[in-house]
């Protein structure tokens, strides 16, 4: 029984191994490709890196190669796109915060990460994306912290000026924030 346990220590042992993650494919809106991402861990030299690969697949359910990034500090965690699929976004994060890197779908189909970025949007606390509209309208809540002033699941906040939690609402939902991409679309 020894053995065995020694053995599957060795194989699991990310300091071994690249950890391979499944493909995860979005659909392109009123497209017909799909964009396909996988993120992978390496642990060498004790160093947490990631590999990020993004693949586009045909109707006939084909991958091909889009661009893959080795030896990257942050880690490619979702592509999404507006409700038309003419805009998208690629999150990534690290550490588990998320920043967002915008482009014009066509753009980054024929040229992936060299193609020009529309916007970043780097925010701390974004919790949960609500929207991307076809106009490039980006819309998203905050977490719930004392931070961002947004009630928590506690339904207090915290007042800076009295340095302590105040009681408010409890039906208070989280803080929404709107980012608009609807200059740099035009050009």
Known sequence: ???????????????????MPDITCNQIPKHPLKLCWSSSQNFNSGILLFTNT??????????????????????????GFSDDGLLMYIEHAD???????????????????????LATLDDYF???????????????SRSRTRETKCADVSGYVFNKKVKQKVK???????????FKL????KN
């Open 1 to 19: 029984m020894r053995i065995i346990i020694i053995l599957l220590f060795i194989f699991v042992n990310p300091t071994q191994a690249e950890i």
């Open 168 to 178: 408010k609402n409890a039906g208070l939902g989280p803080c929404y924030k709107i």
């Open 54 to 79: 993004v693949y586009i697949q045909n109707e006939q359910k084909h991958l091909r190669l889009h661009e893959r990034e080795k030896d990257s500090i942050s880690a490619l965690t979702h592509i």
């Open 182 to 185: 609807d200059s740099k679309i």
């Open 95 to 117: 550490e588990g915060h998320p920043y967002f890197t915008f482009y014009k779908t066509i753009n980054y189909l024929g040229n992936g990460k060299q193609a020009n970025s």
């Open 126 to 140: 974004l919790d949960t994306i609500k929207a991307f509209t076809a106009e490039g309208v980006f819309i998203y």
